[in-house]
């Protein structure tokens, strides 16, 4: 059984910042990617950031330079410390944990946190 666990949403003023924790648990091994994405209403889920087991990370272009994803392979922990919070950031968020098991690969997706910025 594998969990996913995000924490650290709310409720947060424009120019605000918050951070966002993701805790992978449970029999799950070999993961490579671990990120987050976000769904608004109505819209589709999108990738907010990224980052593989090496430390690479990539961006949405609309959080670069705004956000910053970190992440602690020894914890299968990801974090996303969102900064100068926008209005059209308020989504909820998602965690997605990404690797490989034999030929194969999974993907699994936390329970979602919200995010709401008020303009």
């Known amino acids: 059984q594998v969990q996913v ?3 650290g949403g709310g409720l947060v003023q424009a120019g605000g910042s918050l951070r966002l ?3 992978a648990s ?3 091994f070999s993961i490579r990617n671990m ?4 769904q608004a209403p109505g819209e589709q889920r ?4 990224r980052i593989t087991s090496g430390g690479i ?4 272009d609309s959080v670069k330079g705004r956000f ?4 602690d392979n020894a914890k299968n922990t990801v974090y996303l410390q969102m900064n100068s919070l926008k209005p059209e950031d308020t989504a909820v968020y998602y965690c997605n944990v990404h690797g490989t098991r034999g030929l194969g690969e999974y993907d699994y997706w936390g329970q979602g946190t919200q995010v709401t910025v008020s303009s």
């Open 5 to 7: 666990v995000e924490s």
């Open 21 to 23: 924790s993701c805790a």
């Open 26 to 28: 449970g029999r799950i």
């Open 35 to 38: 990120g987050w994405y976000r």
């Open 46 to 49: 999108e990738l907010v950031a």
């Open 57 to 60: 990370t990539n961006y949405a």
């Open 68 to 71: 910053t994803i970190s992440r």
